[in-house]
Structures are given as C-alpha cells and as structure tokens.
C-alpha cells in the first residue's frame, strides 16, 4: 500500500531549512559563475581593443 512517513514538526523543520540552504548555495554557485564569465568577456573585450590600438 501507499506508506505515509509521519515525520515529527522538529524533523520537518530541518528538512525545509536543509533544503532552502541548498538552494541558497546552487543560487550562489550560478551567480558566482555568471560573475566569473562576465570578468572573462570583459577582459577579453579589453585584449580585443589593445590589440586593436596597436594595429593602428
């Protein structure tokens, strides 16, 4: 049959708050590497004009 698992309040509770830190820290990661890309680009753009500047 369909088991239920009766968790007490407490055990809820720590389950909700291990799963929203899990999520904070998947959001972190996706902001920190979106972050890094955009320093990447940046730089590269900034390569792409000193190159340009000294074709000149």
């Known amino acids: 049959g369909n088991q239920q ?3 007490s ?3 809820l509770e720590e389950l909700a708050a291990v ?3 899990a999520s904070m ?3 972190n ?5 979106q972050r890094e890309m955009k320093e ?3 730089s590269l ?3 792409g004009s000193i190159r340009a500047f000294n074709v000149e």
């Open 5 to 7: 698992v009766k968790m």
């Open 40 to 42: 990447v680009l940046s």
């Open 29 to 33: 990661e996706i902001y920190l590497r």
């Open 45 to 47: 753009e900034d390569l």
């Open 9 to 11: 309040m407490p055990e």
């Open 25 to 27: 820290d998947r959001n």
């Open 19 to 21: 799963m929203a830190q």
